[in-house]
C-alpha cells in the first residue's frame, strides 16, 4: 500500500524533474532525479534489469529526510528514473530510511533491507536517534515494507554495540541457500566494526561473528560496509568516519577502506592482509557492489566528499551523482579497479598520436572535450634524463581549469581543482604515491560534465573529482618541464 508520504514523493519527483534540461545533468553517470543524492542502495541486477536506489531528499537539494530513490538501467550507463520505493512513514523509520542493499528472494521477489532511523527525546531536550535493520519486499517496482519490521535492533547486538551506529546492512545469498549480511556498528567511543548476521528467510536474523574491527586503526565509525570473494580472496570494503592520514595512503575526513584477506567459517572472522584507499580522489564515499550474470565483480559508489557538498552549486535544484561503475579484481593482492567495459560501446570519434616530444605547454587538434575517453602513455624522451614535472589540464578556458599532474622523482600523482571555478576555499587537492619509479606512467582520463576519474596504470589506483565549470571550458592541454615522450588517444563519448 503506497503510504501518503510516498505518494507525495512520487508526485513531487515527477513534477520537478521536467525542470532539468539533459544538459544540465552528467550525460553516463547517475545523477539523483531531483533533490538531494548521496550513498547508492540496493545495487542489484533483478529481472533482467540493474537496479540502483539511492539516498534521496527529493524536496531539496542538502541533506534531509532520507527516502529511497530508484533507478534501472540496461548497461549501467543509461538510466532509467523510476518512482522512489521508501519513504520515512511509520514508527520505526520516521527520520530516515537510510541506506540498505537488496536480494533476489527464492520465491522471485526482491528484498529491500535498509536501516530505519527514529529520534527519541531525551530529558535534557535533545534527541537520540535509534538505528534498526528493516526490510520491504516488491516487484521491481513497488515494495511493501514487512510487518516483522524492525528485523534487527539493539537485542541483536554482541556486548558494547552501539544502538546509534548501527546500519547500512549489506546482504547477500550464500551458496547453501542462505542469506547473509553484514552491519556497520562501533563500540561506546566509536571504535568501528562490522557484525555478520545470518538467515534462512531474509527476514528471522541471527548474529553469527564479529567480522571485523578497526581497533583504532582507520577513523572511528565504519559505515557502509561490503563483503565478497574475489578472485581466490575475501574483500571487505568500509567508508571510515573521522580518518587521519597515513602517509599518502588516506586522507583527512570520511573516506574509503579496502580491506584483502581471508574469512574463517568457523570463527565468522575476516583474517587481513593488505589494506588500502579504494579512491585517491576528493570524490569517492559509500561504495557498493554487485555480481553480474557473467561473473564480474561491479562497484559503484556516491561521487561526493562530505566535507564540500554544495560548497559550489548551491543555486541547483539538484546536487549528488554517482561514480562510473568499476569491475574490480584482485591482482597481486591488491584492490584493481577499471571503467566498466559497456563504456567502450559509447566510444564516437578517435583521435591518435605517437611519440609526441615536448617540454613546455602544448595543445593537440582534436584533444578537447567535456565527455571523452582519454588514454596517455607517458615516459623521459631521454632514458638518462628524467624529466621533472608532467600535468593535464582539463575542463579548460582563459580562465579555468583542473589538472591531474605527475613528479617522477617523488612519484607522486595529484590531482587539482583550485582553478575550477570555485568559489569558495573548499577540498582542492589529492596527492597519491605510485608505485613507478623510472617515470613511465599510464592514465586513463574520463570525463563527463561535471566529473573526471583518473585511472592509473591500468586501475592500480583511482582518482575521483567533481567541479562545476562552465561547459564551454572544454580545452586540453599538457605540460611539461623537462622532455616527456607521450601516446595518446582520445574517444569522444557519445
Not at 531531483?34 to 541533506?63: A, I, K
Not at 536517534?129 to 535492533?153: F, H, M, S, V, W
Not at 551523482?321 to 568499476?326: C, F, G, I, V
Not at 567541479?467 to 607521450?486: N, P
Amino acid at each position: 500500500m503506497e503510504s501518503q508520504k510516498l505518494r507525495e514523493a512520487r508526485k513531487y519527483e515527477k513534477a520537478m524533474e521536467v525542470k532539468i534540461a539533459a544538459g544540465e545533468r552528467p550525460a553516463f553517470h547517475l545523477s539523483v532525479r531531483v533533490g538531494w543524492m548521496n550513498d547508492p542502495n540496493g545495487f542489484s541486477y533483478y529481472n533482467g534489469e540493474y537496479h540502483l536506489f539511492y539516498q534521496y531528499n527529493p524536496y531539496e537539494s542538502v541533506w534531509g529526510p532520507m527516502h529511497w530513490g530508484h533507478a534501472v538501467s540496461k548497461d549501467l550507463l543509461h538510466w532509467e528514473y523510476l518512482p522512489a520505493v521508501l519513504a520515512p512513514d511509520t514508527s520505526y523509520d520516521k527520520d530516515g530510511c537510510f541506506s540498505g542493499s537488496a536480494v533476489e528472494l527464492a520465491d522471485g521477489r526482491q528484498l529491500l533491507l535498509y536501516t530505519g532511523v527514529k529520534r527519541n527525546p531525551r530529558p535534557d531536550g535533545g534527541f537520540e536517534e535509534i538505528q534498526t535493520q528493516c526490510a520491504a519486499i516488491g516487484d521491481g517496482r513497488n515494495y511493501e515494507k514487512c510487518a516483522e519490521n524492525p528485523l534487527l535492533t539493539e537485542k541483536d547486538l554482541p556486548v558494547g554495540g552501539s544502538r546509534y551506529d548501527f546500519r547500512d546492512p549489506k546482504i547477500w545469498k550464500e551458496e547453501n541457500g542462505n542469506y547473509r549480511c553484514v552491519v556497520g556498528n562501533c563500540t561506546p567511543d566509536r571504535d568501528g566494526r562490522i557484525l555478520l548476521y545470518e538467515s534462512e528467510d531474509g527476514i528471522h536474523w541471527r548474529f553469527v561473528s564479529i567480522l571485523a574491527e578497526n581497533r583504532g586503526r582507520f577513523g572511528k565509525m565504519w559505515e557502509c560496509p561490503d563483503f565478497f570473494e574475489l578472485d581466490g580472496k575475501h574483500v571487505l570494503l568500509v567508508s571510515p568516519q573521522d580518518m587521519m592520514p597515513k602517509g599518502f595512503e588516506y586522507h583527512n575526513g570520511n573516506g574509503t577502506l579496502c580491506l584483502i584477506g581471508d574469512f574463517d567459517e568457523e570463527t565468522g572472522r575476516f583474517l587481513e592482509e593488505h589494506d588500502q584507499a579504494i579512491d585517491y580522489g576528493i570524490d569517492f564515499y559509500a561504495s557498493q557492489t554487485l555480481k553480474t550474470s557473467d561473473g564480474r565483480r561491479i562497484m559503484i559508489g556516491w561521487m561526493q566528499n562530505w566535507d564540500s557538498c554544495n560548497k559550489n552549486a548551491d543555486d541547483r535544484i539538484w546536487f549528488g551523482q554517482m561514480s562510473l561503475p568499476r569491475e574490480l579484481s584482485v591482482e597481486n593482492g591488491r584492490l584493481i579497479q577499471r571503467p566498466v567495459r559497456e563504456l567502450e560501446k559509447l566510444r564516437g570519434a578517435e583521435v591518435r598520436y605517437e611519440n609526441v616530444v615536448f617540454s613546455d605547454t602544448i595543445r593537440l587538434d582534436g584533444i578537447h572535450g567535456r565527455r571523452i575517453d582519454m588514454e596517455i602513455t607517458l615516459r623521459p624522451a631521454a632514458a638518462e634524463k628524467m624529466f621533472r614535472k608532467f600535468a593535464v589540464r582539463f575542463a579548460q578556458d582563459e580562465v579555468c581549469h583542473t589538472a591531474v599532474s605527475f613528479r617522477p622523482y617523488e612519484a607522486i600523482l595529484k590531482v587539482d581543482r583550485k582553478f575550477s571555478g570555485s568559489r569558495r576555499a573548499i577540498i582542492h587537492q589529492r596527492r597519491c604515491l605510485l608505485g613507478t619509479k623510472d617515470g613511465c606512467l599510464k592514465l586513463r582520463l574520463i570525463l563527463d560534465r561535471f566529473s573526471a576519474e583518473i585511472f592509473v596504470n591500468d586501475g592500480e589506483q583511482v582518482l575521483s573529482i567533481t567541479y562545476y565549470t562552465a561547459q564551454s571550458a572544454d580545452g586540453i592541454s599538457f605540460y611539461a618541464d623537462g622532455e616527456v615522450l607521450m601516446d595518446i588517444i582520445k574517444y569522444d563519448l557519445n
